[in-house]
């Protein structure tokens, strides 16, 4: 078990690296840079895009410096630490160094600030939107999927594969304007412009259209999982021994439907994450989302490397996790 | 004295896209206190069907228990509520089935599954119920019972999980344990100690048997009396003793016959039936076996041949006397005796 998590946890460093790099070659082979103005405003003139390139570093290479490492081999540096130390002294390489510390550099375009310090303050808005849609998945998804299954061909089963459909076919940034449209301008029940975002309140309409995907792929997965466990030897024993209907549910079941269910929320995070994104922006939560999308479209390159560092690793740390819990629910792998 | 347990005219049907399959149709049977039925077909031949029966265990739908009595010391199990029917389930008709490998919950501990049916219907709670869960598996024989309790049945051997299985259905001293095929998918040995070891707990017990397979081997060894089912009706039934030595109907003769022989010269060749079973769905009204059949006559297409009587205590469907080629004494063969019992019109 130590070990396993060890092997997990030793993997998510080339993870991290790679989704550090393919996301730093991206975001340079998008046009435009950081400080470029609108084209019809006044353009930074050259010799303070020259300070500024220096100043946050962009007059490096972006990857490698063969030269830096060079000019240190003829100064006669000989220490292999320090000649390694100039050949990554790069954009990249300087980036992800000072992320291992910790540092994920100051924001190019939120004067002063640095990126760990904008995402701290953030965060607690993306974890409430985020909180609000995994639950909203799971309590409804899970039990919606149990009754379509046991009930099969029913009116339940068919509103659940109504709702999963429209969950799984209508993008959330259409289904975001919509609700905004029509619960907000229309029928006035939720306001589409709060400032106060540190209450519960305003999180619950954009946490629906969140986690209103993830619901849909969790019914479908508990309803075929809960299809496929009812069929099985065990569960005609449960009933020969006299055990009411929902004591074979609940006991022999769920337990086992559950396993497959567990296993798939690594998947469902993801499509959180990457949907909050969207959410965020639509509804304009001031979470990381927000200032991921905002990030791109200023070329604010350490904010971008940052937030897709953090999610990379929140992804990572979710795996271990849902990993961890399918051998504590299956004791068929904890043995093992 | 009423037997313990009597099925009368059970029919089984499930509604499939195909049509209507009548997988149990028209079968009587009986069980007496403490005795072992034996029922044996081959696959398709309703044997399981007519067991999730008397446990009103078909799934509804497609299935449906279209008619009958099912009568359980006296009582019909038909009439029960459902809520009435678990009092019976695992307490007085408890089941083993057949693959011990699939019909154990793989996530609950043995220990589990053994004090839930104690505590549901013998009111055992916490410790109690985990000490007696000891106590049967000690009975069935599984070394250092109390220790294995908590562990899973991936822990377990297959005979060792059937063994569970027996414990499990023995908790509750049922007056009638039903063994569906509980030898089927173990290996050799292992099938002869789980048979002496339902043996013995039988008479240690007293409780009652129906033991369903398509092994003779098991029946003979087993059974009192034994049911032979073909296509979902029962075609031949008596004691083991007289069905081993004189079947009366052809499909019971030609099972026996198929049997490998130890003493057998070698190079002989197995005699297998001929053909398939038939599909259960509309099935005509004529002796289901006659395709299949050595001793097929035109009579045999004009009706279902009833289950009638050809021995005291031993009744066969088929129309006409035959005997299996290993019997002697009156020696007819059975075309020579049919010929006079067709009617005038048919030999025409």
């Excluded at chain 2, 049922?174 to 089927?184: C, G, R, V």
């Amino acid at each position: 078990m130590i070990s396993f998590i060890i092997r997990r946890v030793l993997w998510a460093v080339p993870v991290l690296f790679f989704v550090g790099l393919v996301s730093f070659f991206l975001m340079h082979q998008a046009p435009g840079g950081p400080f470029d103005q609108d084209n019809n405003r006044k353009q930074v003139d050259a010799a303070t895009l020259k300070n500024l390139n220096a100043r946050f570093g962009l007059d490096k290479p972006p990857y490698v410096n063969p030269r830096a490492f060079a000019a240190a081999w003829k100064a006669g540096t000989r220490n292999p630490f320090k000649l390694a130390r100039t050949y990554v002294d790069s954009q990249f390489g300087n980036y992800m160094l000072n992320a291992l510390h910790g540092d994920l550099g100051p924001s190019f375009r939120q004067r002063g600030q640095n990126v760990q310090d904008l995402l701290k303050k953030q965060w607690p808005f993306s974890l409430r939107l985020a909180l609000i849609a995994l639950t909203f998945a799971i309590v409804v998804g899970i039990p919606l999927g149990v009754v379509a299954a046991l009930k099969q061909n029913s009116l339940a089963d068919y509103i659940s594969l109504f709702f999963a459909t429209v969950g799984v076919s209508v993008p959330s940034f259409i289904l975001g304007l919509l609700v905004i449209i029509i619960f907000g301008t229309h029928l006035r029940w939720i306001h589409i412009s709060t400032n106060d975002w540190r209450t519960w309140k305003p999180y619950i309409a954009p946490g629906l259209v969140l986690g209103l995907l993830s619901m849909s792929f969790i019914t479908r997965i508990t309803r075929s999982t809960v299809l496929e466990v009812k069929r099985q030897d065990y569960i005609r024993t449960a009933r020969a021994k006299g055990l009411s209907g929902q004591a074979v549910i609940m006991r022999h079941i769920l337990r086992n439907a559950l396993i497959p269910v567990v296993t798939t929320l690594g998947p469902v995070l993801l499509g959180l994450v990457t949907g909050a994104v969207i959410t965020e922006s639509i509804f304009s939560i001031p979470g990381i989302g927000k200032y991921f999308v905002d990030a791109i479209f200023q070329r604010d390159y350490s904010m971008i490397m940052g937030t897709t560092l953090i999610y990379a690793l929140l992804l990572v740390v979710a795996n271990i996790v849902v990993d961890l819990s399918y051998g504590f629910l299956d004791p068929r792998i904890r043995t093992q | 004295m009423a037997p313990l347990l009597e099925v009368k005219n059970l029919s089984t049907h499930f509604f499939t896209q195909d049509g209507l399959v009548k997988a149990v149709d028209n079968v009587s049977f009986y069980v007496e206190k403490g005795e072992t039925l034996g029922i044996v077909g081959e696959s398709g031949s309703g044997k399981s069907v007519t067991s999730m029966s008397i446990m009103r265990l078909i799934p509804n739908p497609p299935g449906k228990i279209a008619s009958g009595e099912i009568l359980f010391d006296g009582e019909d199990l038909l009439k029960y509520s459902e809520d009435e029917m678990r009092h019976i389930r695992g307490k007085e008709i408890a089941m083993v089935f057949q693959d011990p490998m699939t019909s154990l919950n793989p996530v609950l501990t043995i220990g589990r599954q053994l004090t839930e049916t104690l505590e549901l219907h013998m009111k055992l709670t916490g410790k109690e119920a985990r000490n007696r869960a000891g106590e049967l598996l000690a009975l069935v024989g599984i070394p250092s019972p109390h220790k294995r309790l908590d562990d899973y049945p991936h822990q377990f051997s297959g005979g060792m999980r059937q063994r569970v299985m027996i414990a499990m259905g023995l908790s509750c001293n049922p007056q009638l344990l039903i063994a569906d095929e509980p030898t089927t998918a173990l290996d050799v040995t292992i099938q002869a100690q789980i048979l002496e070891l339902m043996k013995k707990l039988q008479d240690e017990l007293g409780m009652a048997v129906i033991i369903i397979t398509h092994d003779l081997g098991v029946v003979a060894r087993m059974a009192d009396r034994v049911n032979v089912m073909y296509a979902g009706r029962i075609i031949e039934d008596g004691p083991t003793n007289q069905i081993f030595h004189d079947p009366r109907m052809p499909y019971t003769i030609g099972l026996l016959q198929s049997i490998p022989r130890l003493d057998e010269a070698r190079g002989q060749r197995l005699s297998p039936i001929r053909g398939l079973p038939p599909d259960l769905i509309n099935l005509p009204q004529v002796c289901p076996f006659s395709p299949r059949c050595d001793y097929v006559q035109d009579a045999c297409y004009q009706q279902v041949p009833p289950l009638r009587p050809v021995e005291p205590h031993q009744r066969a469907a088929c129309l006409f006397d035959v005997h299996a080629p290993w019997v002697s004494g009156n020696g007819t063969s059975p075309q020579a005796q049919t010929a006079h019992q067709l009617p005038a019109t048919e030999r025409a």
